[in-house]
């Protein structure tokens, strides 16, 4: 099957811009200026850990890669794709702590500079912040044939949770003490006024920005857990629909069954509750 097939028009649309974002924080000015300029950097961050892979996850490439596979290859995706190791990998704990615990560890520690002062490591560095940010999306909008599916209600939870960490980032770039004020000073000739302001001007980035791009994902998940409720609902009343059009049990079926037929099913014992 062709791929065109398979992922809508929007949804490759959105995989392309991705794709163009991605381009543009890489090979721009941005990631020319990323190396002077520390508010420049934090956009470089959030254009590739928020921007770029929300926008690829949402085209739904996973799928578009498995409509060119045979059978066979197909099937040997679904084994990987249900291993215990994807599992882990793409738990909703794992890729918050991924996707929070990565801008931290790359502003506060010498890996930030150093990255920027050897292109290698630079193009190394960028790499990870996209696969971080897409397994996180990828996890998170499930519009793609993920190892285990949860709950959108959880992710929503996680979102509001995670809202309060990015502000706590931008809080202590903010107010904290001037980071690398020696090397920009070398680089750019800058005083430490203009480090300095230039660190507040990333704080405001990476918490304010940051938090802005994620009102669509906001929006995605909340059309995803509509989707999900309603398929909760027509599976529901599918069920209910065959109950109704079974043959009626007798008295000591019922009670031999071990109570009323309800009560028997998950699905409906977890919605009505059951005292059995």
């Known amino acids: 099957m062709r791929p065109d097939r398979v992922v809508e028009p929007a949804r490759r649309l959105s ?31 959030v254009l590739l850990l928020y921007v770029c892979p929300m926008m690829m996850a949402a085209g739904r490439p996973i799928s578009a890669i498995a409509a060119t596979l045979s059978p066979q290859a197909q099937l040997r995706g679904i084994r ?50 996209v696969v971080v940010g897409f397994g996180y999306f990828y996890a998170r909008l499930q519009v793609d044939p993920v190892p285990h599916r949860y709950p959108q209600a959880l992710s929503l939870i996680i979102t509001l949770v995670e809202t309060i960490a990015d502000g706590i980032l931008g809080v202590v770039l903010w107010q904290g003490p001037t980071l690398n004020v020696d090397y920009y000073e070398r680089v750019t000739g800058a005083n430490p006024a203009m480090v300095r302001t230039d660190q507040i001007a990333a704080a405001g980035i990476l918490w304010i920005l940051a938090d802005v791009i994620g009102l669509p994902f906001l929006a995605l998940l909340m ?27 007798d008295a000591g079926d019922e009670s031999g069954g071990g109570g009323l037929w309800w009560t ?13």
């Open 15 to 45: 995989f392309y811009l991705g794709t163009v974002v991605w381009l543009l924080a890489s090979i721009s000015f941005i990631n020319d200026l990323a190396a002077e300029r520390f508010w420049v950097r934090a956009l470089q961050i």
């Open 80 to 129: 990987l794709l249900r291993s215990d190791f994807l599992r882990a990998i793409t738990n909703p704990i794992t890729t918050s702590v991924a996707m929070l615990g990565l801008p931290w560890l790359l502003i506060f520690t010498p890996w930030n500079i150093s990255s920027v002062q050897h292109q290698w490591l630079d193009a190394v560095t960028r790499l990870i912040i």
């Open 223 to 249: 059309v995803a857990l509509r989707r999900d409720d309603q398929r909760h609902t027509a599976d529901l009343d599918a069920r209910l629909d065959a109950a109704d059009d079974a043959p009626p049990a």
């Open 264 to 276: 028997q099913d998950p699905t409906l014992a977890q919605r009505f509750g059951s005292d059995g």
